[in-house]
């Protein structure tokens, strides 16, 4: 696979009252860190994971996982939507990972969805969507993924229902070593 460097932005049709003007999706850049950050908390705490203050310790391991991610463009990406008032308001992160290829993925090359949050502010706005349509077309135009995985929450599985997102024939399961919280 050969990284893309483009860096366009993104729009797509607002499903609901956007103060008149189309939601737009947008790249995002190193300079998004704390808004990425700012967004995860969000969406952790609306799953019921207690997050901490401003200064505990994951938003730190966050903001460097994101940093170290935005600078390789080919197998990461975000997009958000601006707020006039309050700035980053939406975000959908994509990665990639290399996988053993098969017969229905001869590339090996999967994608995993992540960290799609709103602000509860304008939340039913279109904006995880216009944010999900540029990750999707990211994975698909630039990034070559053809099989893309996620978690949803059971707020968000209608959206991604909606997409053609459907439960594999084998269950995810997983381990978590002893000692390690939640």
Known sequence: MTPSRRHRPESGPCTGACGGQPARARRATLDDVSALVRLRGLML??????????DAPW???SAQWFTERLRHPGLFAAFLVDDPALGVVSS???TCHMHAPGPANLSGLQGHVSNVSTDPRRRRLGHARVCLDALLRWFREEAGVTVVNLNATKDGAALYESYGFAAPGHPALQLKAAGTPG
Do not use: H, L, Q, W
């Open 92 to 94: 959908a992160v994509g």
């Open 45 to 54: 705490d609306e799953m019921g994971v207690e997050t901490g203050g401003p």
């Open 59 to 61: 938003r730190a391991a």
